[in-house]
């Protein structure tokens, strides 16, 4: 087993949806070991269509 390190952030915000930049990064070394980029849709599973980026999430990213 290794030890890892785990960074993620949110790197873009679209109107339907966002990017989630992740890094992971073995313990002591500078440079990752693996970075990825997830993208998140915002769906409402209750009327099957994709809906604009809540407010919430929004409000919080430009608090970074």
Do not use: M, W
């Given at each position: 087993?290794?030890?890892?390190?785990?960074?993620?952030?949110?790197?873009?915000?679209?109107?339907?949806?966002?990017?989630?930049?992740?890094?992971?990064?073995?313990?002591?070394?500078?440079?990752?070991?693996?970075?990825?980029?997830?993208?998140?849709?915002?769906?409402?599973?209750?009327?099957?269509?994709?809906?604009p980026?809540?407010?919430?999430i929004?409000?919080?990213?430009?608090?970074?």
């Open positions: 087993p290794a030890q890892l390190d785990i960074g993620q952030r949110i790197s873009k915000v679209g109107h339907k949806s966002f990017d989630i930049l992740t890094g992971i990064f073995l313990a002591d070394q500078e440079a990752p070991a693996l970075t990825a980029t997830f993208t998140v849709v915002s769906f409402n599973y209750k009327e099957n269509i994709t809906i980026v809540p407010d919430k929004r409000d919080k990213c430009r608090e970074l």
